[in-house]
């Protein structure tokens, strides 16, 4: 539910600024969304916590500079909540690997899950980030967030034992 409430309140935000989502059309591309994700297992949903929210703690520590204060704000409140949500992950998969049967089952996870989420850092030489940049909105390039990611994400799932599939 706490994941939920952050896609609500940045929603509310950028309604309040009077930005509306887009209406999906066969031009448009459908929105990335980690509720979008079909969630097969309790260990799946360890693998998300653990990797999908490892992204997010990246795109809000983005955010936590923003020149915007409302955004930036929303940014900070929101966190303690993201770090929260990677460490459960985090130790839920340990605890997971403590088997050969958890640990095969977060790996299928992880080679499941891991391909899906760099395409959230958005497209390389992305004309939106380099705006959002010249504004303050954002401080790193998608690229440049995108390889941090592989990095940190290849940290926390060698540092189980496992490793990430080859994208």
Same mark, same amino acid.
């Given at each position: ?48 916590? *653990? ?8 795109? @809000?520590? /983005?955010? #936590?500079?923003?020149? +915007?204060?409302? !955004? ?23 605890? *997971? ?8 089952? @977060?790996? /299928?996870? #992880?080679?499941?899950? +891991?391909?899906? !989420? ?50």
């Amino acid at each position: 539910m706490e994941e939920y409430g952050h896609h609500v309140r940045f929603k509310e935000l950028g309604t309040k600024l009077g930005i509306e989502p887009k209406a999906m059309t066969p031009e448009n591309k459908t929105p990335l969304s980690i509720f979008g994700f079909p969630l097969r297992s309790w260990t799946g949903f360890c693998v998300i916590k *653990l990797l999908a929210d490892l992204g997010e703690i990246l795109q @809000v520590e /983005d955010l #936590i500079q923003c020149s +915007f204060h409302p !955004l930036r704000n929303l940014a900070r409140m929101t966190m303690p909540e993201e770090r929260f949500h990677a460490q459960f992950g985090k130790d839920f998969c340990m605890d *997971l690997c403590s088997t050969e049967t958890g640990r095969q089952g @977060v790996q /299928d996870a #992880i080679d499941r899950y +891991f391909p899906i !989420l760099p395409a959230f850092f958005g497209k390389s030489k992305s004309q939106n980030n380099e705006i959002f940049r010249k504004w303050g909105i954002k401080q790193r390039k998608n690229e440049e967030m995108r390889e941090d990611y592989l990095v940190q994400a290849r940290k926390v799932v060698e540092g189980l034992d496992l490793q990430l599939p080859t994208l």
